[in-house]
């Protein structure tokens, strides 16, 4: 959260929220900058009923008072959309999704009617770059910047995620990987990346990408 730098005038979206943690760190971050959340809007989607329910409790015990809180499989039926079906976008867009998830809907990925299938479709098997496919889209398209969690191996597969990525060094928004070390992660004791996207890179950063890896 702290890489994206949310501003108090900032839109924030979590695809994959949980129990809101992300939307409540973004709002602690304006606020420990000596900022105002009140203009702030937070929005996030969760397959979960508990944890979209607690998410919503959370941010209310966090006075985070513009929120949204949307249950659905956000990969399938997004729920964040205008009037004619495209994506919503917001200024800040960060998650840590679920790893490497199976059965995801990549059947129905290629024929997406929100086009999201950028570069190719992911493996039916693995949804993690749907999920990043999915947050691009959610950019807003100036000052729209990202932040994914994502085990270390989306850096290195290959197949449709290898063309994925390639796609993505090409439209040139990728600004960042930083690598994190195992045993991060309640769950998993898989190492961990985290991608940083930006819309427009400041130009000493254009054709660049940051790579930071962990310590050994």
């Given at each position: 959260?702290?890489?994206?730098?949310?501003?108090?005038?900032?839109?924030?979206?979590?695809?994959?929220?949980?129990?809101?943690?992300?939307?409540?760190?973004?709002?602690?971050?304006?606020?420990?900058?000596?900022?105002?959340?009140?203009?702030?809007?937070?929005?996030?989607?969760?397959?979960?009923?508990?944890?979209?329910?607690?998410?919503?409790?959370?941010?209310?015990?966090?006075?985070?008072?513009?929120?949204?809180?949307?249950?659905?499989?956000?990969?399938?039926?997004?729920?964040?959309?205008?009037?004619?079906?495209?994506?919503?976008?917001?200024?800040?867009?960060?998650?840590?999704?679920?790893?490497?998830?199976?059965?995801?809907?990549?059947?129905k990925w290629s024929t997406d009617p929100h086009r999201r299938a950028i570069g190719r479709v992911p493996p039916k098997?693995?949804?993690?770059?749907?999920?990043?496919?999915?947050?691009?889209?959610?950019?807003?398209?100036?000052?729209?910047?990202?932040?994914?969690?994502?085990?270390?191996?989306?850096?290195?597969?290959?197949?449709?995620?290898?063309?994925?990525?390639?796609?993505?060094?090409?439209?040139?928004?990728?600004?960042?990987?930083?690598?994190?070390?195992?045993?991060?992660?309640?769950?998993?004791?898989?190492?961990?990346?985290?991608?940083?996207?930006?819309?427009?890179?400041?130009?000493?950063?254009?054709?660049?990408?940051?790579?930071?890896?962990?310590?050994?």
């Amino acid at each position: 959260v702290r890489i994206l730098s949310p501003q108090p005038t900032d839109s924030i979206y979590d695809p994959a929220c949980g129990s809101a943690g992300m939307l409540i760190e973004a709002a602690t971050e304006v606020k420990q900058s000596g900022g105002s959340v009140q203009r702030m809007r937070f929005y996030g989607q969760e397959v979960n009923q508990t944890s979209a329910a607690i998410g919503r409790m959370n941010l209310f015990i966090h006075d985070v008072e513009d929120a949204q809180i949307r249950r659905e499989d956000t990969l399938q039926k997004p729920k964040f959309v205008d009037a004619k079906g495209k994506l919503d976008q917001f200024d800040v867009v960060v998650a840590n999704p679920p790893f490497s998830l199976k059965d995801w809907g990549a059947d129905k990925w290629s024929t997406d009617p929100h086009r999201r299938a950028i570069g190719r479709v992911p493996p039916k098997n693995n949804g993690d770059y749907a999920w990043v496919q999915h947050m691009i889209l959610s950019m807003a398209p100036k000052a729209g910047r990202m932040a994914v969690v994502l085990p270390h191996g989306a850096l290195f597969r290959m197949g449709a995620e290898g063309k994925i990525r390639e796609k993505l060094l090409g439209m040139d928004i990728l600004d960042a990987v930083i690598g994190l070390g195992p045993n991060l992660f309640y769950g998993t004791g898989l190492a961990a990346c985290i991608l940083v996207f930006r819309q427009k890179k400041p130009k000493d950063q254009r054709k660049k990408v940051l790579i930071v890896e962990p310590a050994v």
